[in-house]
């Protein structure tokens, strides 16, 4: 069963709707494996079309060879086609994906009334957070690329290096072994700011001592990854040592728990007890993980309120921290695969705070 096969399952199953109509761009990708469409409609009979603009007409037909391609022209409007085309295959009830306000009032107006829209945001993301064995593969690829990232942070991070400098060696390393971009803003954070979870990236120079936080993801075919470690640039601190330790002991709580079926809330607390345990709780302020695809933050969520259940084929990431502002931040991240006989890490580098 491919996934337009699968997507059917949901929205149609109760006779409830004859149409599903995707516009979010990480859906769009999942659906069509095409990254220039700008909106498909699935009707319960008849062609699935993707809608593309004239600069991603061509690229359409070559690549959605599967769907019928409609071209939305310059002067043309995009709702103004699709609700056309919905009267001529008598769809009346339309599930909707994930759309802005102003996408939902221009396809109404458009409408008339003669289709009824339904919100259905969250049913391809249901299908989505369940990886197929491709899906796997390129995962694991990506994560490979993320591990040599890291390992020329190792190589890169001391005393004297600006942080946009570091960044801009791991990418480099990602992409020279086939990395088609990163997953998201190369974080490179020294110092007090390694004290803020999400520190971004500055000019600022790594001194002798400070601790760095470095979070990187590269991504291959859609797909990304997310990894974590935290250096120090020269010879470690006992304290650093004794926070470092607690947080990989949280890591390693959160792998022995992370299995099919299990509470992803109940993850959480396993790792987050450990913290707590040890003095630091309220520094750890934020969820223990998220999901990972096409996307770099997506179902599952790992966190305290969590109503999800983790399933064979779930990638989420396991990334606990302790951040200690005016001193310095930890964090410790892995992008792993829920397995039936428990976890399987997508990335991997050394756990270590300094190469000295």
Known sequence: MNRIDSLKQAPFKEGKFDGFLVFNSANLI????????????????????IYVYNVNYEQAKAEGKAFRVELVKRNENLMSKIAKQMKGLEIKNLALDVLSIESWHA?????????????QGNVVCELRKVKDENEIALMRKAGELTSEGMRV?????????????????????????GSYGTAFETIVASGPCSAFPHGGCSDREIHKGDLVVVDVGA????????????LVAGKPSEKQKKLYRTVKAAQDKAFE?????????????AARKIIADASYGEYFVHNLGHGVGLEVHEPPTLSPESKDVLAAGNVVTVEPGIYLVGYGGIRIEDTV????NGARKLTNGPYALSEE
Do not use: C, H, W
């Open 257 to 269: 728990v992370l299995k099919p079926n299990v509470k992803a809330k109940d993850v959480d607390a």
């Open 219 to 230: 991504t291959y075919k859609f797909y990304r990854s997310d990894m974590t470690r935290t």
């Open 337 to 340: 695969l829920v397995q039936r």
């Open 153 to 177: 942070a190792y190589e890169t991070v001391k005393a004297g290096v600006r942080e946009y400098e570091v960044a801009a060696e791991i990418e480099y390393a990602m992409r020279k072994q």
């Open 30 to 49: 999942y659906l069509t494996g095409f990254s220039g469409a700008s909106a498909l409609l699935i009707p319960k009979d008849g062609e699935n079309t």
């Open 107 to 119: 396809l109404t107006k458009e409408a008339r009334g003669e289709t009824k829209l339904k919100a």
